[in-house]
């Protein structure tokens, strides 16, 4: 039994029991000693064989479920895994992240819209235009009002034409840090996702603050 049955069959706490015993110098089992028998192996804990299985308090865990020796398809490494992990994937780790990220590339990604990230930007998509753009925003990004800190805004193409340099088409977005995951406060990449409604958005905030040029007449290069 344990000492948390015993306190409850003296209606204590099982720390009482357990003071008790140290005091009298009476041995407790460990948790999970009832289970350190190998089971069906053909090697040892020290040198496992493929397939052998065992609890995972033998193997130094505080689990006393069942774990197999087994071997990835894929990198052919050899480790102990829980069984009920086997059936959903035999791969390692580190395998089952590498083919998750290829599984999320190219077509496969959810930001995918025919590879037009991969266009080319027009001729006058030049620095002097970028600037002009974030000077008429305030260096200010318009979507969060984070201003410029020694990172540069983007200059966002709201109907994503990358050759529409008009202004009506260019506004100031801030962006991750270089070197930092992307998703680290990024609106710029916010606006890669449900793209109908950012093109509406955009627009609508240019013309609220008279930034819109009416006169122009819009033509992509």
Known sequence: MTTKHI??????????????LKANNIPMRKRGELHKRKIDNKGTLEHPELDDICRGVDIGLNDV?????????????RRWQMQSHIKRSPLCRECSLINMGLNHRGENAVGWHGGLSFEPYGMGFSRELKEQ?????????????????????????????????????LISLCTAKKGIHPNNHSCHLKTNHNRPYWTEYFTNLLKSKGLYITEYKNSSR
Do not use: M, W
């Open 65 to 77: 479920t069942y774990y197999r020796y087994v071997e990835c398809p894929q990198c052919h490494s």
């Open 133 to 169: 753009i974030r000077l008429r925003d305030n260096y200010t990004c318009q979507l969060c009002g984070k201003v410029e800190d020694g990172i540069k805004l983007t200059c966002h193409h709201i109907d994503y034409n990358k050759r529409n340099h008009h202004p009506n088409n």
């Open 7 to 20: 306190g409850k069959l003296f209606n204590v706490a099982h720390i009482t029991i357990d003071n008790l």
